[in-house]
């Protein structure tokens, strides 16, 4: 059994932010801005505790050698118009990454890969390619990833507080920030050091996944977001005579 799922990376520190969330609940979610660069990860890991290479993907029109420099994660490396996943790279995904990274684990059995509902996971040509060759592809029910998805519920976390330090090393020694030139070697250091066997381990076990444990996910954890705007009670000021 496998999951896999995309995540942002800017290449510089933004700075401490805080959110406001219920009190007693470790993980918040926070929308970030669609206004800085980011580079995508696409992160696959095994209920068997081990995690594939990943894939990065920069933003350009044109590959540039020296993007996979200190490619320490042994990270494929794609690009794309703006630096997202989209059905073109996510079929080329789960041919040359996925595939050739678990057809010999497999030993002619199924593969189960477990993925969020976005549309570039679900195209012919992805499909086509799975059922040929024994890997049965599972979404997630919508607006669940965030109990269900171990990479998003365990793994991330980690990820990005590693790349924080990671970030914070690079600038601290070489006194500039992070180009594309240096983002695999600054990535895959932090990679190593939060995708450990007992991280994704424990990102199938907190989800229920594996071992299978259906009474781990609550009820309260699936409940509709209920409003929680305050309208207020003051007087509206008078409109202008003007």
């Known amino acids: 059994v ?4 995309e995540s942002g990376f800017p290449p510089s520190n933004q700075g401490t932010s805080r959110v406001i969330g219920r009190r007693g609940t470790k993980t918040q979610h926070k929308q970030g801005s ?10 696959t890991i095994c209920a068997d505790g081990t995690t594939l290479a990943p894939t990065i993907i920069f933003k350009g029109h044109n590959f540039m050698t020296k993007w996979a420099d200190d490619n320490v994660s042994h990270a494929s490396i794609s690009h794309s ?6 059905g073109e790279i996510a079929a080329e995904w789960i041919e040359k990454d996925f ?3 678990t057809k010999e684990k497999a030993g002619g059995e199924t593969r189960v890969l477990l993925m969020d509902g976005h549309s570039s996971h679900y195209t012919p ?5 799975a059922k040929a060759n024994n ?8 607006h669940c990833t965030h109990a269900l998805q171990g990479l998003d519920v365990v793994c991330f976390a980690a990820m990005k507080q590693a790349w924080k330090d990671e970030i914070d090393k690079f600038e601290a020694e070489h006194k500039c920030q992070i180009g594309k030139e240096h983002f695999a070697g600054v990535f895959g250091r932090a990679f190593l050091t939060a995708f450990t066997e ?10 229920g996944i594996h071992p299978f444990n259906p009474n781990i996910i609550t009820a309260q954890q699936m409940k509709t977001s209920l409003p929680s705007s305050i ?9 202008s005579p003007v």
């Open 2 to 5: 496998y999951g896999m799922d």
């Open 34 to 43: 669609a206004n800085r660069e980011n580079v995508t990860a696409i992160v």
């Open 81 to 86: 118009e703006n630096g997202w996943t989209d």
């Open 99 to 101: 595939d050739r990274q």
């Open 125 to 129: 040509e992805l499909l086509t390619f």
């Open 135 to 142: 890997i049965v592809i599972l979404g997630y029910p919508p």
């Open 198 to 207: 007992a991280t994704v381990l424990a990102a199938f076990e907190k989800t």
């Open 231 to 239: 309208v207020g009670a003051l007087p509206l000021p008078m409109p």
